[in-house]
């Protein structure tokens, strides 16, 4: 199989089962991808490229462990040329719109320092008010984050501006959707906690995603709901208040439960809407 640095994951992926491993002996970001909720989220949008970013190497670091499965480089496609050319036509709506509406957020500095920008990403989400942009600037393609908020009623668009440079903005065409702030009001603790836990007792599946960092607590918990019989629920050890996995519950036809111990102590209990 030829490949370049736009290469998608999900074609190597496919092309070879030895590929994953391969891909995850590059760089320890890569053991994300053993998760198979995470891994179908970003390998169909994800080029060896874009992956080479998140990882802090290079696609020749890819093109050199995957030779020994069979792959070869095609030379005649460069990264910088296919990113330009990927760029979509801008939408109407973005056209439109005047730049004192966008909100700037740039998280490459944040992500440089090891850090999570998640968090500081939720809070202007829930102060953005009708009719303004949340402008994503990262020199990666934020999927995890696309995915997340286009549950919440949020379009997005991608534009790749250089090699180290990508736009993601984020908005609502139809400012009378339900918005994120409003999430506040179901997240507090739940008054029927401790019927719900003796209503499931002795069939709960328990799980502590306190330990990783994001997005796998939420790819964590979603992977295990794919697995749970209708008559269990899943209880889960958290750090804080998911307000981005509501909304996916939500989606996928799941009530949950929330108690709110103190800070960086909170459980859920996830079960199958009857």
């Known amino acids: ?11 190597l992926l496919k092309h ?61 496609n460069t990264a910088t040329e296919e990113i330009i050319t990927e760029n979509k036509p801008i939408p109407e709506y973005l056209k439109n719109i005047q730049q004192e509406q966008i909100v700037n957020f740039d998280v490459r500095e944040i992500l440089a320092s090891g850090s999570d920008p998640l968090k500081q990403i ?3 989400v829930k102060e953005l008010t009708a009719n303004q942009v949340l402008l994503i600037i990262n020199n990666f393609e934020p999927v995890p984050l696309i995915k997340l908020l286009e549950n919440q009623g949020f379009t997005s668009y991608v534009k790749f ?5 990508i736009e993601t903005y984020f908005y609502k065409t139809n400012t009378t959707s339900e918005t994120p702030t409003n999430i506040d009001e179901e997240i507090k603790t739940s008054g029927d906690w401790e019927q719900m836990i003796k209503h499931y007792e002795n069939n709960l599946v328990e799980i502590d995603v306190r330990h990783l960092e994001m997005p796998m607590p939420m790819m964590t918990i979603l992977e295990a709901l794919e697995t749970l019989p209708d008559n269990k629920a899943l209880y889960v050890h958290h750090k804080r208040i998911p307000v981005f996995l509501l909304t996916e519950l939500k989606d996928r036809k799941f009530d949950y439960r929330i108690k709110e111990i103190q800070e960086g102590e909170v459980y859920l209990l996830i079960f199958k809407n009857k």
Do not use: W, Y
């Open 16 to 76: 070879h089962p030895d590929t994953l491993e391969t891909i995850v002996s590059i760089a320890p970001d890569f053991k994300k991808l053993r998760n198979p909720i995470l891994r179908k989220l970003m390998a169909g949008r994800t080029s060896i490229a874009m992956a080479s970013k998140i990882g802090g190497c290079k696609p020749e670091d890819f093109f050199k462990a995957l030779a020994p499965l069979g792959f070869e480089v095609d030379n005649n």
């Open 1 to 11: 199989m030829l490949i370049n640095a736009q290469t998608k994951i999900a074609a």
């Open 161 to 165: 501006v250089d090699e180290n440079t």
């Open 122 to 124: 939720q809070q202007k």
